[in-house]
């Protein structure tokens, strides 16, 4: 059972806006002082890492998403949100949120699907 929902998903134009959430259960996973992270997964490739957050708020970038996305988070709310801005093709791929360091994970989520095309 996936302990994280992600959500906000969906298809748009390059240049276009989406904000994804990823919900985890309160029951399950706490994200407070915990590093959390988005990653993504294009067809045919491995999951990559896309940004991250520490509990302190500083974040962290793949170079490609560099300027257009924003990763924040809420810990009363035990979300974690990427906001996309300018969105490229390249950007498509299923997104999935968990914890940076591999011991502190929980199970993977569905996902939620980014499809960038005109």
């Known amino acids: 059972q996936g302990q994280f929902v992600e959500s906000g998903g969906g298809s748009v134009q390059p240049g276009g806006s989406l904000r994804l959430s990823c919900a985890a259960s309160?029951?399950?996973?706490?994200?407070?002082?915990?590093?959390m992270g988005w990653y993504r997964q294009a067809p045919g490739k491995q999951r990559e890492w896309v940004a991250s957050?520490?509990?302190?708020?500083?974040?962290n970038y793949v170079d490609s998403v560099k300027g257009r996305f924003t990763i924040s988070r809420d810990d009363a709310e035990n979300t974690v949100y990427l906001q996309m801005n300018n969105l490229k093709p390249e950007d498509t791929a299923v997104y999935y949120c968990?914890?940076?360091?591999?011991?502190?994970?929980?199970?993977w989520g569905q996902g939620t699907q980014v499809t960038v095309s005109s």
């Open positions: 957050i520490r509990s302190d708020d500083s974040t």
């Open positions: 309160k029951r399950l996973f706490s994200i407070d002082a915990t590093t």
């Open positions: 968990n914890a940076v360091v591999v011991l502190q994970r929980g199970a």
